[in-house]
């Protein structure tokens, strides 16, 4: 080889290694569609109220068309519940059984912020989440590879609560602070706490007309939280939650009525909650306007 060969090929090599780094940084990065949470045994009918939680992790929508669901021993095709089956990034999908549509409204108010799909089948995989013994949780893609698995022993779990996987790589898997789990929301075991040592309270529509949706953000879970509703003059008027279980985020809803379930007034209203963790009590408070 020249001289002149030789000079040119180290001045391609130099040329290709930078060529492959500027594809590495422009190449678009891989959608990935994860399983988030299981709920193998429901506090209601053990037939039609099993789901299972998807979330999309990526940066690029996911058509879930052909993808399946299941066991070892049977996969089944998830199929439109009527919101389609793309799922945007970021956003969730909760796959319910194939019986649940006629038998039970358990998650019908989890189409306000997250997909329903159900299967082909009327159970998961060969007859159901197993309660008895550690079952594998299984989710192929349209082409049939592995997107991603969990495996669950029931001995170490809690009858009603799911199992939530908590961020991080490998992911930790623990069960949710919330009985019937966070179906479509973001998990309980993965919320961030409030700053302060004080409940954080978003409220909306405010002013609002009819329903009052509440979000309370506790600085620690699990927890016990009692939310009430004052007017002006500092009479109850409503108590939404009485020392029930929760999460580090718990949603709550007003629908305007008094505790004797008449409208109540326009005008001025205080959300007062309460929270009991670890032996700790932590408070907050927020103004809300009725129109």
Known sequence: MTARGASARRLRRPAA????????????????????EVLA???????????????NT????????????????ELDALVDAGSGTRLAPGAFAVVVDGSYRGNSAAYDSVQRWAGILTIEDRSFGRAGWSNSAPETVLLRDARGAVADSFTYDP??????????RRGGEPPAWRVSY???????????????????????IEARPDPFGGRLELLC????A?????????????????????W????????????????????AAPGLYVVFAQSSAGGRIAGGKRVVTRR
């Open 41 to 55: 045994d429901p506090a209601g009918s053990e037939h039609h109220e099993e789901f299972v939680e998807l979330r």
């Open 17 to 36: 290694a930078l060529l492959a780094v500027l594809w590495c940084q422009a190449a678009p990065a891989q959608p990935r569609v994860i399983v988030s």
């Open 58 to 73: 990526g940066a690029q929508s996911v058509d879930l068309a052909g993808w399946r669901l299941g066991d070892a021993d």
């Open 217 to 220: 953000r506790l600085p620690a």
């Open 155 to 164: 001995s170490e779990g809690i009858a009603g609560h799911s199992w939530e």
């Open 178 to 200: 919330l009985a019937g789990g966070t179906p479509g929301r973001a998990n309980s075991v993965d919320q961030a706490a409030a700053a302060g040592g004080l409940i954080q």
């Open 244 to 263: 029930r279980p929760a999460a580090i985020e718990t949603r709550l809803a007003w629908d305007g009525l008094d505790a004797r379930g008449s409208p």
């Open 222 to 242: 699990p927890a016990l939280l009692a939310v009430t509703l004052f007017d002006a003059e500092g009479r109850r008027v409503a108590r939404l939650s009485d």
